[in-house]
């Protein structure tokens, strides 16, 4: 099991913004992809309380991360795990570790059997380093849509923001927080139900 606390700057590109990040920073990097799973209860218990569950499969092994906030940014509670996520399969809790079990039923009163497997997100990533920090450029597709993010994962909020303020600058981005890619899904999962 490992946790981190998770310091990240986060701005949604068009696709243009984003060929031209790629060809300025990622030209000469590999890109890979990776598909998270989403869990939550029907009723969204985990979301009411700005927190995400997910399986991540990349590369052929799984890894279930709990995502809440912390003080600042969010704590990440992460660990291998032997589940095989499919679309609409309950999850029980006994198969969940303890550390997120603890959270799951302590803190946010979700019963056995409750969480679910919602849907899906694929994105192929892409990594380089800037200024001593991971940049990150991500393509994401979910439900019929396609987006493109970057990412800065910083290990100082203050100095990293000023460096993430520096590189959007450069190519003429006014900086908008955007939504999660949880958040994202789930936004567009209401639209489609919503029709």
């Known amino acids: 099991m490992a946790t981190n606390n998770e310091i990240e700057f986060k701005q949604i590109l068009t696709k243009d913004l984003y060929d031209k990040i790629f060809n300025t920073y990622f030209k000469n990097e590999k890109p890979f992809s990776q598909t998270n799973y989403y869990i939550d209860t029907i009723d969204f218990k985990l979301k009411d309380h700005r927190s995400a569950l997910r399986i991540r499969v990349k590369d052929n092994t799984y890894e279930m991360t709990l995502k809440v906030p912390a003080e600042v940014g969010l704590m990440e509670y992460n660990h291998a795990t032997d589940i095989k996520p499919k679309m609409n399969d309950s999850i029980s809790n006994s198969k ?19 969480l679910v497997i919602l849907g899906d997100l694929t994105t192929y990533r892409i990594e380089t380093q800037y200024q001593n920090e ?52 789930f936004e567009e999962k209401k639209k489609a139900s919503d029709k």
Do not use: M, T
Request: no cysteine; proline share 3%.
């Open 96 to 114: 969940l570790p303890d550390d997120i079990r603890n959270i799951i039923e302590g803190q946010f009163n979700v019963l056995d059997e409750e």
């Open 134 to 185: 991971l940049l990150v450029l991500d393509k994401s597709e979910y439900l019929n849509k396609v987006d493109y993010e970057l990412e800065y994962e910083v290990s100082s909020y203050d100095e990293g923001y000023e460096k993430f303020k520096q590189l959007l600058q450069e190519f003429d981005i006014k900086h908008k927080k955007p939504l999660n890619k949880v958040q994202r899904f």
